[in-house]
């Protein structure tokens, strides 16, 4: 049964293995950006230089810690992640 996750959640983990956030910070810088799609859905984006290099990591990180993760690039729209919970 799926169940719902936070998007702190998801930057947590991120955050917890080195790879910052570009939204909690006093100025912008590089990082990921999560967005609550819904309570089941959490949508991941990178800011910044090497987008998808990024993302692919995270995608990484985020599997191994036993998230389920697809990559959607959206017509007309970045490159991002969906991710759910195990």
Same mark, same amino acid.
């Given at each position: 049964? *799926? %169940?719902?996750?936070?998007a702190y959640?998801?930057?947590d *983990?991120?955050?917890?293995?080195g &790879?910052?956030?570009s939204? &909690? %910070?006093? *100025?912008w810088a590089p990082g &990921? %950006?999560?967005h609550q799609a819904s309570p089941r859905t959490v949508r991941l984006w990178h800011d910044g230089p090497d987008?998808?290099? &990024?993302l692919d990591l995270y995608a990484a990180v985020l599997r191994?810690?036993?998230?389920i993760v697809i990559a959607e690039h959206p017509r007309g729209q970045r490159p991002r992640l969906r991710v759910t919970h195990r």
């Open positions: 049964m *799926t %169940r719902s996750i936070p959640a998801v930057a *983990t991120l955050t917890d293995t &790879h910052p956030s939204t &909690h %910070r006093h *100025t &990921h %950006r999560v987008e998808q290099q &990024h191994a810690a036993g998230y």
